[in-house]
Protein backbone atom coordinates (compact mmCIF):
# COMPACT_ATOMS: atom_id res chain seq x y z
CA UNK A 1 0.00 0.00 0.00
CA UNK A 2 0.42 3.56 -0.26
CA UNK A 3 2.89 5.63 2.39
CA UNK A 4 1.17 5.21 5.75
CA UNK A 5 -0.99 2.19 5.18
CA UNK A 6 0.48 -1.00 6.57
CA UNK A 7 0.25 -4.86 5.90
CA UNK A 8 1.26 -7.64 8.44
CA UNK A 9 2.89 -10.70 6.53
CA UNK A 10 2.23 -13.85 8.88
CA UNK A 11 4.32 -16.86 8.85
CA UNK A 12 4.77 -19.88 10.81
CA UNK A 13 8.08 -20.53 12.35
CA UNK A 14 10.87 -18.79 10.61
CA UNK A 15 10.46 -16.55 7.39
CA UNK A 16 9.31 -19.01 4.93
CA UNK A 17 10.32 -17.58 1.78
CA UNK A 18 14.41 -18.78 2.58
CA UNK A 19 14.54 -22.13 1.22
CA UNK A 20 16.11 -22.94 -2.52
CA UNK A 21 16.11 -20.65 -4.78
CA UNK A 22 14.95 -17.80 -2.55
CA UNK A 23 18.62 -17.59 -1.78
CA UNK A 24 21.08 -15.42 -4.19
CA UNK A 25 24.56 -16.79 -4.87
CA UNK A 26 28.14 -15.15 -4.50
CA UNK A 27 28.50 -12.13 -6.47
CA UNK A 28 24.30 -12.50 -7.26
CA UNK A 29 22.41 -11.44 -4.07
CA UNK A 30 18.62 -12.13 -3.72
CA UNK A 31 16.68 -8.93 -2.24
CA UNK A 32 13.39 -8.53 -0.48
CA UNK A 33 13.15 -4.61 -0.67
CA UNK A 34 9.48 -2.68 0.18
CA UNK A 35 8.66 -1.09 -2.62
CA UNK A 36 10.19 2.12 -4.76
CA UNK A 37 7.03 3.66 -5.84
CA UNK A 38 4.74 5.86 -3.93
CA UNK A 39 1.66 3.57 -4.52
CA UNK A 40 3.63 0.47 -2.96
CA UNK A 41 6.06 2.01 -0.39
CA UNK A 42 3.83 2.22 2.98
CA UNK A 43 4.88 -0.37 5.85
CA UNK A 44 4.91 -4.19 5.30
CA UNK A 45 4.83 -5.85 9.01
CA UNK A 46 6.44 -9.71 9.53
CA UNK A 47 4.69 -11.92 12.20
CA UNK A 48 5.86 -15.13 13.66
CA UNK A 49 2.86 -17.21 14.72
CA UNK A 50 4.47 -19.96 16.00
CA UNK A 51 8.33 -20.25 16.96
CA UNK A 52 8.84 -24.05 15.98
CA UNK A 53 12.48 -24.77 15.30
CA UNK A 54 13.39 -21.09 15.34
CA UNK A 55 13.02 -20.59 18.87
CA UNK A 56 11.15 -16.75 18.07
CA UNK A 57 13.59 -15.55 15.61
CA UNK A 58 12.28 -14.54 12.61
CA UNK A 59 15.26 -15.71 10.47
CA UNK A 60 16.44 -17.92 11.30
CA UNK A 61 20.24 -19.31 9.47
CA UNK A 62 19.63 -21.04 6.13
CA UNK A 63 20.31 -17.59 4.32
CA UNK A 64 22.82 -16.48 2.25
CA UNK A 65 23.60 -13.94 -0.34
CA UNK A 66 20.62 -11.97 0.21
CA UNK A 67 19.10 -8.67 1.39
CA UNK A 68 16.13 -7.57 3.81
CA UNK A 69 15.94 -3.77 3.39
CA UNK A 70 12.73 -1.63 4.21
CA UNK A 71 14.40 1.74 2.63
CA UNK A 72 12.21 3.21 -0.14
CA UNK A 73 14.74 5.65 -1.24
CA UNK A 74 13.09 8.54 1.28
CA UNK A 75 15.20 7.64 4.64
CA UNK A 76 12.57 5.56 6.85
CA UNK A 77 12.39 2.63 8.28
CA UNK A 78 9.79 0.37 5.54
CA UNK A 79 9.69 -3.01 7.52
CA UNK A 80 8.54 -4.00 10.84
CA UNK A 81 7.41 -6.43 13.38
CA UNK A 82 4.22 -6.99 15.12
CA UNK A 83 5.15 -8.02 18.89
CA UNK A 84 1.79 -9.76 19.54
CA UNK A 85 3.59 -12.49 17.64
CA UNK A 86 6.04 -15.13 18.96
CA UNK A 87 9.07 -13.66 17.41
CA UNK A 88 11.13 -11.99 20.14
CA UNK A 89 14.71 -11.76 18.02
CA UNK A 90 15.18 -10.30 14.35
CA UNK A 91 17.62 -12.89 12.81
CA UNK A 92 20.24 -15.78 13.94
CA UNK A 93 22.74 -16.58 11.85
CA UNK A 94 25.55 -19.27 12.05
CA UNK A 95 28.67 -20.50 10.22
CA UNK A 96 28.37 -20.11 6.55
CA UNK A 97 25.19 -17.16 6.35
CA UNK A 98 27.50 -15.41 4.17
CA UNK A 99 26.57 -11.80 2.22
CA UNK A 100 23.82 -11.13 4.14
CA UNK A 101 22.15 -7.43 5.34
CA UNK A 102 19.22 -6.58 7.26
CA UNK A 103 19.02 -2.68 6.48
CA UNK A 104 15.98 -0.03 7.39
CA UNK A 105 14.16 -2.15 9.96
CA UNK A 106 11.82 0.09 12.53
CA UNK A 107 11.56 -2.84 15.58
CA UNK A 108 10.15 -0.38 18.32
CA UNK A 109 10.34 -2.32 21.54
CA UNK A 110 11.19 -6.04 20.81
CA UNK A 111 13.33 -8.29 22.43
CA UNK A 112 16.61 -8.47 20.46
CA UNK A 113 17.72 -7.52 17.00
CA UNK A 114 19.94 -11.12 16.62
CA UNK A 115 23.05 -13.02 16.21
CA UNK A 116 25.80 -14.20 13.80
CA UNK A 117 28.38 -16.56 15.42
CA UNK A 118 31.44 -17.92 13.09
CA UNK A 119 32.20 -20.21 16.11
CA UNK A 120 31.67 -23.44 13.82
CA UNK A 121 32.54 -22.13 10.51
CA UNK A 122 32.81 -18.98 8.68
CA UNK A 123 30.41 -15.94 8.62
CA UNK A 124 31.26 -13.04 6.50
CA UNK A 125 29.83 -9.96 4.38
CA UNK A 126 27.54 -9.29 7.20
CA UNK A 127 25.81 -6.03 6.81
CA UNK A 128 23.46 -4.30 9.78
CA UNK A 129 22.07 -0.91 9.09
CA UNK A 130 19.66 1.59 10.12
CA UNK A 131 17.90 -0.24 11.98
CA UNK A 132 16.47 1.40 15.22
CA UNK A 133 15.48 -1.04 18.51
CA UNK A 134 14.57 -0.37 21.96
CA UNK A 135 15.30 -3.02 24.30
CA UNK A 136 12.39 -4.62 26.34
CA UNK A 137 12.73 -3.90 30.06
CA UNK A 138 13.11 -6.43 32.73
CA UNK A 139 14.97 -8.44 29.64
CA UNK A 140 17.58 -11.16 30.51
CA UNK A 141 19.00 -10.67 27.03
CA UNK A 142 23.46 -10.40 27.28
CA UNK A 143 23.36 -7.72 24.73
CA UNK A 144 21.39 -6.05 21.64
CA UNK A 145 23.46 -8.13 19.07
CA UNK A 146 26.23 -10.49 19.22
CA UNK A 147 28.53 -10.21 16.59
CA UNK A 148 31.38 -12.60 16.07
CA UNK A 149 32.63 -12.54 12.18
CA UNK A 150 35.35 -13.76 9.36
CA UNK A 151 37.62 -11.64 7.41
CA UNK A 152 41.19 -10.91 6.63
CA UNK A 153 41.25 -7.21 6.66
CA UNK A 154 39.14 -4.09 7.52
CA UNK A 155 35.51 -3.33 6.75
CA UNK A 156 34.56 -6.84 5.28
CA UNK A 157 31.47 -6.62 7.97
CA UNK A 158 29.88 -3.63 8.78
CA UNK A 159 27.12 -2.38 11.28
CA UNK A 160 26.21 1.21 10.91
CA UNK A 161 23.77 4.13 11.26
CA UNK A 162 21.52 2.13 13.51
CA UNK A 163 20.00 3.55 16.83
CA UNK A 164 20.08 1.43 20.12
CA UNK A 165 18.13 1.91 23.32
CA UNK A 166 19.19 -0.15 26.03
CA UNK A 167 17.38 -0.68 29.55
CA UNK A 168 19.27 0.59 33.23
CA UNK A 169 18.16 0.58 36.43
CA UNK A 170 20.47 3.56 37.80
CA UNK A 171 19.94 2.33 41.38
CA UNK A 172 21.01 -0.87 40.77
CA UNK A 173 24.57 -0.88 40.06
CA UNK A 174 26.46 -0.93 36.26
CA UNK A 175 23.44 -3.55 35.13
CA UNK A 176 22.07 -3.64 31.72
CA UNK A 177 22.56 -5.38 28.89
CA UNK A 178 25.32 -4.35 25.93
CA UNK A 179 24.93 -2.46 22.78
CA UNK A 180 27.34 -4.92 20.50
CA UNK A 181 28.82 -7.74 22.02
CA UNK A 182 31.48 -9.98 20.27
CA UNK A 183 34.40 -9.48 17.80
CA UNK A 184 36.37 -11.76 15.20
CA UNK A 185 37.82 -10.33 12.49
CA UNK A 186 37.02 -7.45 10.27
CA UNK A 187 33.94 -5.65 11.79
CA UNK A 188 33.60 -2.12 11.55
CA UNK A 189 31.45 -0.31 13.92
CA UNK A 190 30.50 3.22 13.01
CA UNK A 191 28.05 5.81 12.98
CA UNK A 192 26.04 4.35 15.74
CA UNK A 193 23.98 5.58 18.14
CA UNK A 194 23.85 4.13 21.73
CA UNK A 195 21.62 5.44 24.33
CA UNK A 196 20.74 3.64 28.22
CA UNK A 197 17.65 4.80 29.04
CA UNK A 198 16.18 4.71 32.74
CA UNK A 199 14.36 1.90 33.99
CA UNK A 200 13.65 1.63 37.60
CA UNK A 201 12.22 -2.10 37.68
CA UNK A 202 15.41 -3.40 34.99
CA UNK A 203 17.13 -6.06 37.32
CA UNK A 204 19.44 -7.77 34.34
CA UNK A 205 22.59 -8.86 35.81
CA UNK A 206 25.03 -8.15 32.75
CA UNK A 207 27.23 -5.12 32.48
CA UNK A 208 26.32 -2.39 30.03
CA UNK A 209 29.22 -1.40 27.47
CA UNK A 210 28.32 -0.27 24.34
CA UNK A 211 30.90 -2.48 22.67
CA UNK A 212 32.39 -5.44 23.92
CA UNK A 213 34.42 -7.49 22.07
CA UNK A 214 36.87 -10.17 23.64
CA UNK A 215 39.19 -10.91 21.28
CA UNK A 216 39.47 -9.64 17.59
CA UNK A 217 41.48 -7.80 14.54
CA UNK A 218 41.17 -5.88 11.83
CA UNK A 219 38.24 -3.71 14.05
CA UNK A 220 37.04 0.02 13.82
CA UNK A 221 34.54 1.96 15.54
CA UNK A 222 34.12 5.58 14.97
CA UNK A 223 31.67 8.00 14.78
CA UNK A 224 29.70 6.57 17.20
CA UNK A 225 27.42 8.39 20.03
CA UNK A 226 27.34 6.82 23.08
CA UNK A 227 25.27 7.87 26.09
CA UNK A 228 24.90 6.11 29.52
CA UNK A 229 26.40 3.45 29.60
CA UNK A 230 26.84 1.79 33.09
CA UNK A 231 30.15 0.59 32.44
CA UNK A 232 31.92 1.40 29.92
CA UNK A 233 30.98 3.12 26.48
CA UNK A 234 33.74 0.81 25.01
CA UNK A 235 35.28 -2.26 26.56
CA UNK A 236 37.85 -3.89 24.70
CA UNK A 237 37.85 -7.04 27.02
CA UNK A 238 40.80 -9.22 25.90
CA UNK A 239 39.58 -12.79 27.80
CA UNK A 240 39.20 -15.53 24.65
CA UNK A 241 42.63 -13.84 22.62
CA UNK A 242 44.41 -10.93 22.01
CA UNK A 243 43.89 -7.64 20.13
CA UNK A 244 45.19 -6.67 16.75
CA UNK A 245 45.15 -4.00 14.40
CA UNK A 246 42.58 -1.75 16.29
CA UNK A 247 41.20 1.69 15.40
CA UNK A 248 39.01 3.64 17.81
CA UNK A 249 38.53 6.97 16.84
CA UNK A 250 35.69 9.94 16.12
CA UNK A 251 33.65 8.63 19.16
CA UNK A 252 31.85 10.89 21.87
CA UNK A 253 31.32 9.12 25.20
CA UNK A 254 28.84 10.64 27.57
CA UNK A 255 27.41 10.17 30.79
CA UNK A 256 24.30 12.72 31.85
CA UNK A 257 22.71 10.73 34.53
CA UNK A 258 24.10 11.81 37.64
CA UNK A 259 24.11 8.97 39.69
CA UNK A 260 25.59 6.90 37.14
CA UNK A 261 28.42 9.85 36.42
CA UNK A 262 29.42 8.74 40.62
CA UNK A 263 29.83 5.43 40.39
CA UNK A 264 31.35 3.06 37.67
CA UNK A 265 30.95 4.53 33.54
CA UNK A 266 34.13 5.01 31.86
CA UNK A 267 34.69 5.77 28.77
CA UNK A 268 37.23 3.48 26.22
CA UNK A 269 39.21 0.38 28.37
CA UNK A 270 41.35 -1.87 26.55
CA UNK A 271 42.01 -4.91 29.26
CA UNK A 272 44.33 -7.69 28.38
CA UNK A 273 43.32 -10.86 30.39
CA UNK A 274 44.93 -13.29 27.63
CA UNK A 275 48.60 -13.69 27.19
CA UNK A 276 49.88 -12.56 24.05
CA UNK A 277 50.59 -9.57 21.92
CA UNK A 278 49.04 -6.82 21.16
CA UNK A 279 49.61 -4.24 18.60
CA UNK A 280 49.30 -1.63 15.99
CA UNK A 281 45.95 -0.25 18.54
CA UNK A 282 45.43 3.30 17.31
CA UNK A 283 43.08 5.16 19.83
CA UNK A 284 42.77 8.90 18.70
CA UNK A 285 40.23 11.99 19.13
CA UNK A 286 37.33 10.69 20.89
CA UNK A 287 35.86 13.03 23.40
CA UNK A 288 34.57 11.54 26.50
CA UNK A 289 32.41 13.86 28.97
CA UNK A 290 30.70 13.14 31.77
Known amino acids: GSSGNTQTYTFTDSFTALSGYANGTSGNKITYQIGQDSAHNG ?17 YQGMHDVTFSGDAGDGLKHFSVDVSGTADTLFS ?18 GRLGTADNSGGVLTGLEVDNIHIKIVENTAVDSVMYATVTGSTYDQN ?21 GLNGGGVGLSFYNNTL ?29 NIICNMTNYGMYFEANVGTFQ ?36 IWIMNNTIVD
Not at 95 to 100: A, L, M
Not at 162 to 173: G, I, L, R, V
Not at 249 to 273: H, R
Request: aromatic share 14%; with cysteine; hydrophobic share 35%.
Open 43 to 59: TAIFKQTSQGFSHGVIF
Open 93 to 110: LINTNNNVRFCYWELNTF
Open 158 to 178: LIHHCFWEMPYNPNNSNFGPD
Open 195 to 223: IGYISTTSTTTQHMDGWQPQAGSYLKAYN
Open 245 to 280: HLRIYNNFVSVTDTILASNTSGGIVIEQKTAGSMDD
